[in-house]
């Protein structure tokens, strides 16, 4: 999520969605591959209509398509590798939220609303 958000930030996480915020929020979730923490952006609610690879892919009542903001330039030039989003694994279930990022608290020379 650089340069939005950067290792070592401090979130306000409110755990209480039971659905997916609007496109645009931040949002913890698990990771469908392997079930880590993460943060990622809701580029589309459910029910829209994405591009993906050489078509598009309708999201269900229960699905959103969360992608990183950082592009592969920015993450290779903080040492990570290219960014694992919804294009890579896919929609995302309503199940594995955790919930809206609400801002950050720290580090003290970065608290603030995220971008």
């Known amino acids: 999520m650089l340069p939005g958000i950067a290792p070592g930030d401090w979130l306000l996480v409110d755990p209480t969605p039971r659905r997916w915020p609007r496109p645009g929020s931040i949002v913890m979730f698990r990771e469908p591959l392997d079930g880590e923490l993460t943060v990622k952006r809701v580029a589309a609610a459910p029910g829209a209509t994405v591009p993906f690879e050489e078509g598009f892919l309708s999201l269900a009542d229960d699905e ?29 279930p309503v199940e594995v939220l955790v919930g809206r990022v609400v801002l950050r608290y720290g580090p003290p020379g970065r608290a603030g609303r995220i971008r």
């Open 64 to 92: 959103a398509w969360l992608l990183a903001d950082a592009d592969e330039a920015t993450a290779a030039a903080a040492g990570f590798g290219p960014p694992i989003d919804s294009r890579r694994y896919g929609p995302v």
